[in-house]
T-cell receptor, first 114, second 114 residues
Framework: DTGVSQDPRHKITKRGQNVTFRCDPISEHNRLYWYRQTLGQGPEFLTYFQNEAQLEKSRLLSDRFSAERPKGSFSTLEIQRTEQGDSAMYLC????????????FGNGTRLTVT | DQQVKQNSPSLSVQEGRISILNCDYTNSMFDYFLWYKKYPAEGPTFLISISSIKDKNEDGRFTVFLNKSAKHLSLHIVPSQPGDSAVYFCAASSSGAGSYQLTFGKGTKLSVIP
């Protein structure tokens, strides 16, 4: 078990640029989640995949955000035309199916939009 | 509208004493509750969970208590150790929601003083 891996750890970009983050989940896990965390808040749900299917999106996920999980393994989260309000920690988590099954989080990608 | 509330932003405890972290929820559909610990610059790490059919779950120094009628849960750490100093998040999910997404509180920062 190598854990959930996220890349990059930090990203600084200028307003209006596009950014893409990558997440490699724990290989046995069929569920993959993206969360966003801002200062003083808990993680907030953005979207989740079961295998390659994106099954739910939060209203927080504006149309500038898109997530993919092309072969049911790694996932990417792209933000187009970044805004300063997008500055946050983006966390990826994976887990097994079933209620109460804990999610395992990566160390996140910290995005700073200047 | 916060469905999971951690009303104490911070807590200081002497090493060897008990730490009690509290969490309240408002959504009656929640039936799984989890505690996560987060160190700076790392993702949240799963600690312990409890389902709504139980009122107590224990794992080593960590015990979670659930009071369904009060919609309240607490995490007890006995004895507290300096390495327990971290931010603790309470999270909840509903088996009725297909995504089993976790809804987090804002966290409580625990400081264990040697």
């Amino acid at each position: 078990d190598t854990g959930v891996s996220q890349d990059p750890r930090h990203k600084i970009t200028k307003r209006g640029q596009n950014v893409t983050f990558r997440c490699d989940p724990i290989s046995e896990h069929n569920r993959l989640y993206w969360y966003r965390q801002t200062l003083g808040q808990g993680p907030e749900f953005l979207t989740y995949f079961q295998n390659e299917a994106q099954l739910e999106k939060s209203r927080l996920l504006s149309d500038r955000f898109s997530a993919e999980r092309p072969k049911g393994s790694f996932s990417t989260l792209e933000i187009q035309r970044t805004e300063q309000g997008d500055s946050a920690m983006y966390l990826c988590a994976s887990g097994l199916s079933g209620p109460g099954s804990p999610l395992h989080f990566g160390n996140g990608t910290r995005l700073t939009v200047t | 509208d916060q469905q999971v509330k951690q009303n104490s932003p911070s807590l200081s405890v002497q090493e060897g004493r008990i730490s009690i972290l509290n969490c309240d929820y408002t959504n009656s559909m929640f039936d799984y509750f989890l505690w996560y610990k987060k160190y700076p610059a790392e993702g949240p790490t799963f600690l312990i969970s409890i389902s709504s059919i139980k009122d107590k779950n224990e794992d080593g120094r960590f015990t979670v208590f659930l009071n369904k009628s009060a919609k309240h849960l607490s995490l007890h750490i006995v004895p507290s150790q300096p390495g327990d100093s971290a931010v603790y998040f309470c999270a909840a999910s509903s088996s009725g929601a297909g995504s089993y997404q976790l809804t987090f509180g804002k966290g409580t920062k625990l400081s264990v003083i040697p």
